[in-house]
């Protein structure tokens, strides 16, 4: 098989779903690469360490989660239909996995936060700098709804983080309790959190 | 040193702390008993595995963290600023571990829920008995913030989940950015998230 073009992604994608069952400690290089079928020199080919895969597994996670964000949160929709739009499409993402695997993964940044950051300070820099972007763009929003008054907060900024923090809480739950009903509250918390109240299209159910 | 009588509770302390620092999964006996100061043999006199030891450290925080939570929660003060309390403590708690190990260690029970529910059904399950106590406690001084008309929610114990996972995903960035200021906003996001204006004690900085 030897350094197969694909080796690298397989490797990165054996990583991940031993790193959503297991968490990182439990890694091990040799189960790395009989779950991705490459003989243990690719690993080493490719990464220095566990450190550095758990860097690339993040990153590679970021990179496909920053795109639904994105798509989430832009476009001519009202602001506050857009942050909802988010919360369903986070809500129908876990369940799609719950389906395929069993169980509620939860978010991988999260579970990595709460495992390591205490470990590695090039993960807790890492997971900093997404979550960082992360409210960066729940900021945005939030203030294009200010804009409009359709919220009443008196930091965007910090209700960009009561946000996201919920939204953390709420997926913990999720995964505690293997139900992704648990998110299902996410919409009027937010407006709560926003002293918001939902836009007439959503209460028209559109 | 043999079985002596503290050897159960310096095992206990000692995969404590380094769970908090490293994690379950990274734990080992051999590390443990070494922590503690007893031979190996005791482990097994007193534990079964490493899970019934988990299932032990887990017990013996939720017995401390219990105590604090109730005392928190009772008492003659407003409802409102009884949850204001058990923030407060929350803070204090974190803030005094920082101090002496150098970083915020989270919340064991998050930090256990997203590194280990899905691997082990007996730790699922005393994590969820565990959020659902916390819940309840919380659910009921709501209940009573809304018979005296000082919250506005449509259902207690669905707000009270909110004011829970808001706790936790606010602990978790305290953990991620190392700094218990993270949560200094708690108690104005769960006057949000319950619909509630500062009672005027609160207000006055009584």
């Not at 490459?38 to 993040?58: N, T």
């Not at 857009?82 to 369940?95: D, I, K, N, Q, V």
Request: charged content about 25%; glycine content about 8%.
């Amino acid at each position: 098989m030897g350094r197969t073009s694909d080796a690298r992604e397989r490797i990165l994608s054996a990583a991940r779903s031993l790193i959503e069952t297991h968490g990182y400690s439990a890694l091990g290089v040799a189960e790395i690469c009989r779950t991705a079928g490459v003989p243990k020199g690719s690993f080493y080919y490719f990464f220095d360490s566990k450190e550095s895969l758990a860097l690339a597994v993040i990153d590679e996670h970021w990179t496909g989660q920053k795109r639904t964000w994105t798509a989430a949160l832009s476009g001519d929709a009202q602001p506050l239909l857009r942050l909802r739009r988010l919360f369903e499409e986070t809500a129908a993402g876990l369940h799609a996995a719950q389906q395929s695997c069993g169980t509620v993964s939860g978010c991988l940044f999260g579970n990595l936060t709460l495992e390591l950051c205490n470990q590695t300070e090039a993960i807790r820099t890492r997971l900093q700098e997404i979550f960082d972007a992360q409210v960066e763009m729940v900021d945005s929003v939030i203030n294009e709804a200010r804009e409009r008054q359709e919220v009443e907060v008196a930091e965007t900024r910090e209700a960009a983080r009561a946000v996201v923090a919920q939204l953390e809480g709420q997926v913990l739950f999720a995964k505690l309790y293997n139900s992704t009903d648990r998110l299902g509250p996410l919409w009027q918390n937010c407006l709560a959190l926003l002293g918001a109240r939902a836009p007439r299209e959503a209460v028209a159910g559109a």
